[in-house]
T-cell receptor, first 111, second 112 residues
Framework: DAGVIQSPRHEVTEMGQEVTLRCKPI?????LFWYRQTMMRGLELLIY????????DSGMPEDRFSAKMPNASFSTLKIQPSEPRDSAVYFC?????????FGPGTRLTVT | GDSVTQMEGPVTLSEEAFLTINCTYT??????LFWYVQYPGEGLQLLLK???ADDKGSNKGFEATYRKETTSFHLEKGSVQVSDSAVYFC???????????WGLGTSLAVNP
């Protein structure tokens, strides 16, 4: 099993640009989670999906952030426009039961 | 609401020392409890879990016992190695949803 796949692994962009992060969950998993990790705020849940439907998006910081899950094997997290304070490591995780399996993360730097 | 509190780091130990990282929780009902580990530059991975009171989770020499009377799930290892250097997260799931409630993480550095 390839595990959770995230792309890109690193992204450097300028303030105001659109950023799209991608995630492929483990096949057969029906829940998908997007997290953000920073030194200041630790690990934050942004949004999670169950059977491709968003269940809890209370952690999405503001309207600049949006997430989609068009099918069971793909999800995107988009930031438009990006700001320097969005710089963080973004993790995707998937699960079938209670255990969550994390991807390697995307390190985003907004200059 | 539900919450997890774990001891602040960083924790610095010498190789073969005994490790304890404290974790306490607040939750309604009977949560499932977890320890995740994050090695440098990687995502989090499940280290061990316990789903009911008095259960002991164990893996790679680490142990934690679900103590309902003290609402605790402390992580222990008898003899740490340099390769155990990582950040350790305590977490819980309560109720029927899949949302993990996370502690802030405890950084462990083990020196040779």
């Amino acid at each position: 099993d390839a595990g959770v796949i995230q792309s890109p692994r690193h992204e450097v962009t300028e303030m105001g640009q659109e950023v799209t992060l991608r995630c492929k969950p483990i096949s057969g998993h029906n829940s998908l989670f997007w997290y953000r990790q920073t030194m200041m705020r630790g690990l934050e849940l942004l949004i999670y999906f169950n059977n491709n439907v968003p269940i809890d998006d209370s952690g999405m910081p503001e309207d600049r952030f949006s997430a989609k899950m068009p099918n069971a094997s793909f999800s995107t997290l988009k930031i438009q426009p990006s700001e320097p304070r969005d710089s963080a490591v973004y993790f995707c995780a998937s699960s079938q039961g209670v255990e969550q399996y994390f991807g390697p993360g995307t390190r985003l730097t907004v200059t | 609401g539900d919450s997890v509190t774990q001891m602040e780091g960083p924790v610095t130990l010498s190789e073969e020392a005994f490790l304890t990282i404290n974790c306490t929780y607040t939750a309604t009902g009977y949560p499932s409890l977890f320890w995740y580990v994050q090695y440098p530059g990687e995502g989090l991975q499940l280290l061990l879990k316990a789903t009911k009171a008095d259960d002991k989770g164990s893996n790679k020499g680490f142990e934690a016992t679900y103590r309902k009377e003290t609402t605790s799930f402390h992580l222990e290892k008898g003899s740490v190695q340099v390769s155990d250097s990582a950040v350790y997260f305590c977490a819980l799931i309560a109720g029927n949803n899949r949302k993990l409630i996370w502690g802030l993480g405890t950084s462990l550095a083990v020196n040779p």
